[in-house]
């Protein structure tokens, strides 16, 4: 699980820009982060289910610099790229609502060597930056996991402020008294000390890990790679 | 031998064409746009990586299904090699 966590914050660096925006979503409870080395340039990180019928299903988060490109005319761009295979079937769903604001929400419907396999992809974009949410799914299950697709992508968030997205106050400040804890070890110390492990580092996930469930597993991640940040 | 050769080179590469259409169907040739807009010639990438790495599991069974296609016609090819030498 720590192996998987440092591999993650490596994948997860641009994730928090270096004015510490972060953007996340909610995964599905129970599913597992996917590794890194699957993933193509621009996803940041993947989420991925049981495996019934030989395809899991999972979601994933990219990210991607735009420019001065409006939300229609990135989706007019990405319609394009998909309508170029013709066993892919694009259409544009709508708005959906987010934590991060308003999105557009399209479905692609193609067929592999898995079968046919349908995609929904949540497009947000905010300052220059395209963020997507892809959710795939086999086509004849993907009703099975309508719910928690919805609930990734109404999840989705920007902050600059990781704790402040914790309902509650106190839980805000219980929270940050612990992180300024680890923080404060962590100056004196390096990451692989076993008396820092020990004493503060495990101490401090298991207490994200138990007390935090309801943010999320990536504001976790996010957590922790902020909490080790040098 | 110089006969059977050939045919072991026209059938791969006959699979070769047919496996190359089952490539995963996001397999796309990202930079031939439309050129009527260059925004629209330059972006969309992240929601492609999105989806070929949704998709990524297909691309492991497509190589499977590679390396079991090759091992098929390698067996026909004995078994017709065995076949010939017992006339």
Same mark, same amino acid.
Not at chain 1, 6 to 20: G, H, M, N, R, V
Not at chain 1, 135 to 153: H, I, N, S, V
Not at chain 2, 24 to 31: C, K
Not at chain 2, 45 to 59: E, I, Q
């Given at each position: 699980?720590?192996?998987?966590?440092?591999?993650?914050?490596?994948?997860?660096?641009?994730?928090?820009?270096?004015?510490?925006?972060y953007s996340y979503f909610s995964?599905p409870k129970g599913w597992d982060?996917?590794?890194?080395?699957?993933?193509?340039?621009?996803?940041?990180?993947?989420?991925?289910?049981?495996?019934?019928?030989?395809?899991?299903?999972?979601?994933?988060?990219?990210?991607?610099?735009?420019?001065?490109?409006?939300?229609?005319?990135?989706?007019? $761009?990405?319609?394009?790229?998909?309508?170029?295979?013709?066993?892919?079937?694009?259409?544009?769903?709508?708005?959906?609502?987010?934590?991060?604001?308003?999105?557009?929400?399209?479905? *692609?419907?193609?067929?592999?060597?898995?079968?046919?396999?349908?995609?929904?992809?949540?497009?947000?974009?905010?300052?220059?930056? $395209?963020? *997507?949410?892809?959710?795939?799914?086999?086509?004849?299950?993907?009703?099975?996991?309508?719910?928690?697709?919805?609930?990734?992508?109404?999840?989705?968030?920007?902050?600059?402020?990781?704790?402040?997205? *914790?309902?509650?106050?106190?839980?805000?400040?219980?929270?940050?008294?612990a992180f300024e804890g680890v923080?404060?070890?962590?100056?004196?110390?390096?990451?692989?000390?076993?008396?820092?492990?020990?004493?503060?580092?495990?101490?401090?996930?298991?207490?994200?890990?138990?007390?935090?469930?309801?943010?999320?597993?990536?504001?976790?991640?996010?957590?922790?790679?902020?909490?080790?940040?040098? | 031998?110089?006969?059977?050769?050939?045919?072991?080179?026209?059938?791969?590469?006959?699979?070769?064409?047919?496996?190359?259409?089952?490539?995963?169907?996001?397999?796309?040739?990202?930079?031939?746009?439309?050129?009527?807009?260059?925004?629209?010639?330059?972006?969309?990438?992240?929601?492609?990586?999105?989806?070929?790495?949704?998709?990524?599991?297909?691309?492991?069974?497509?190589?499977?299904?590679?390396?079991?296609?090759?091992?098929?016609?390698?067996?026909?090819?004995?078994?017709?090699?065995?076949?010939?030498?017992?006339?």
């Amino acid at each position: 699980m720590r192996l998987f966590f440092f591999a993650a914050l490596l994948t997860l660096a641009t994730l928090s820009s270096e004015a510490k925006t972060y953007s996340y979503f909610s995964p599905p409870k129970g599913w597992d982060a996917a590794s890194p080395e699957i993933a193509a340039t621009h996803v940041k990180v993947g989420f991925i289910g049981p495996n019934k019928k030989g395809f899991s299903p999972s979601v994933n988060l990219a990210t991607e610099d735009v420019g001065d490109i409006t939300l229609e005319g990135y989706i007019k $761009a990405v319609k394009a790229i998909y309508e170029r295979n013709p066993q892919n079937r694009w259409r544009q769903l709508g708005k959906i609502r987010t934590q991060a604001g308003d999105s557009s929400l399209t479905e *692609i419907d193609s067929k592999t060597e898995w079968g046919d396999i349908r995609l929904m992809q949540m497009i947000f974009l905010k300052d220059k930056v $395209a963020y *997507i949410v892809t959710a795939a799914a086999l086509k004849e299950e993907f009703g099975g996991y309508t719910r928690d697709f919805q609930r990734a992508f109404q999840s989705f968030t920007i902050t600059d402020d990781l704790f402040g997205q *914790i309902p509650g106050t106190e839980r805000q400040e219980a929270l940050k008294q612990a992180f300024e804890g680890v923080r404060k070890a962590l100056a004196a110390a390096s990451i692989e000390d076993k008396d820092f492990q020990k004493e503060h580092w495990t101490p401090f996930e298991k207490k994200v890990a138990a007390e935090y469930t309801d943010m999320g597993q990536l504001w976790q991640i996010l957590l922790f790679q902020e909490t080790l940040e040098k | 031998m110089l006969l059977m050769k050939r045919i072991l080179t026209v059938c791969l590469c006959a699979f070769m064409a047919v496996a190359s259409v089952h490539v995963p169907a996001m397999e796309n040739d990202i930079t031939e746009f439309p050129e009527d807009s260059d925004q629209l010639y330059r972006v969309g990438d992240g929601a492609y990586d999105g989806s070929w790495t949704a998709l990524s599991k297909s691309l492991l069974g497509w190589g499977v299904g590679l390396g079991v296609g090759i091992g098929i016609l390698c067996a026909l090819l004995h078994q017709s090699t065995s076949s010939s030498h017992s006339h």
